[in-house]
């Protein structure tokens, strides 16, 4: 499918979403909607594996039943197997009454127990199909919801609805994983636009994505050797709907790199569950990702927990877009973690370096980490300055990009990239002011960082580059002995052009020549007006200059 394609089915879906979301909350109708493009892609990736692995065996179609379930009919004995097969293959089974191809049949139908077979549906998928890896995924969907209707007919016949015109949309384009993967991006990325300030708990927009994704695949030491092969891992401390961690992947794989393992954190139920989701729909295996649901400043992941330091985890790139200035409630136990000791405590009421202190903690010694920060990390004193200083000191402060403002949906302020790193070979910072006006085109509601624009912010990170009024390699001894470590881009790289250099004896012989001529023409005329007898015009003659 291509992009213009994959984009037109994004639209259609849009298209239904906001016809038949009527007086629902345009969140829980996100979750119905998205959960339905779920549930179509499991169906068609094991019903095309099934079809593979049964090659002739698997019958044709016959009227309102799908092949699967007459195979399943006619084969009883070997279903175990065939089962056992495809966990093997596929790491999971749908049981044929479950699949999108059932369910749509008997909404168009207009079906009485549609309703409760869904609900089986997403019970089997949660506790079965991935052999209950996947507990909970539904959890935030709830189909007895009086949001659907007040009584179990009502609610019924919505599902018929709006099932019916979901698979009327899907049945015009390509059941590809990755169709409907950028399917379900898109979906995401336009809930997120009407969403507001609540946006910035699930999405992080494309192009801010992409320069994140591209910074932190490319050589650590050196990135002007480009990017890397390969990746043992990747996390997301605040992975939101985990658009960040599919787009380091598809940097990394594009090109025929590899990547290990995938790593999220997410505290929000819904959106981690959306998470989740989104990495299957975008084919990646539930044994390649981990996404944990929990609270990333509390650290309450065992996993990150571990004390013994030869099982500490690492991680080579490390990206993320937590909430800005986020409150939080530091105990006396909090500073003395080991995430935090040597830097100390960010404030109660920006808890900003609080998130990027935990990222970096697990960044592995040639890795890279890029993390969205507002502005205020860069200049505001108190204990935010005492982190900045030690970071600055140690060296791992290794660039700093300012983006435009209003990139966001949850805010308008201009945000900032640190980019981030523990061997850094250059000892001084890269400044890039990537918020002037001929660095973005602006929109109506939102700017737009352009495809011209991010390759220019990603090259002038890759080699370092320097550009007036765009970029600047500034000496750690220089933001120390005159900035005070001062880290705002604006002291390095100014927007502003430089004065134009006056010469004021020039001037002063020009306007002199200038008044010169005006008194010359004003003498010439006060003698016709004094022919006339008409009242002299005032002002110096000639020799009065």
Known sequence: MTEEQQKELGKILWAIADKLRGAMNADDFRDYMLSFLFLRYLSDNYEEAARKELGKEYPGPNGHITPLQRWYEENPDDVDEFEKLMRRRVHYVVKPDYLWGNIADMARRHKDELLDTLQDAFKHIEEESFGQSFQGLFSEINLASDKLGKVYTDRNK?????????????????????????????????????????????????????????????????????????????????????SLLLNVRNQITKDGGTIGRIYGQEKNITTYNLARMNMLLHGVKDSEFEIFHGDTLLNDWDKLREANPAKKPYFDAIVANPPFSYRWEPSDTVADDVRFKSHGLAPKSAADFAFLLHGFHYLSEQGTMAIILPHGVLFRGGAEATIRKKLLDDGHIDTVIGLPANLFYSTGIPVCILVLKKCKKPDDVLFINASGEDNFEKGKRQNQLLPDHIKKIVETYKHRKEEERYSKRVPIETIRDEHSYNLNITRYVSLTGAEEQIDLEEVHETLEAIELKISLARSKHNEFLKELGLPLLPGQTPKDI
């Open 158 to 242: 919505k599902l018929q609805e709006i099932i019916s015109k979901i698979a009327d949309g899907l049945s015009k384009f390509s059941s590809e994983e990755d169709a409907l993967g950028d399917a379900y991006e898109y979906l995401i990325g336009q809930f997120a636009a009407g969403s507001g300030k609540k946006a910035g708990e699930f999405y992080t927009p494309q192009q801010v994505s992409d320069i994140l994704s591209a910074v932190v695949t490319l050589d650590g030491q050196d990135p002007s050797l480009g990017k890397k092969n390969h990746l043992d891992s990747v996390l997301d401390f605040a992975c939101g709907s985990g």
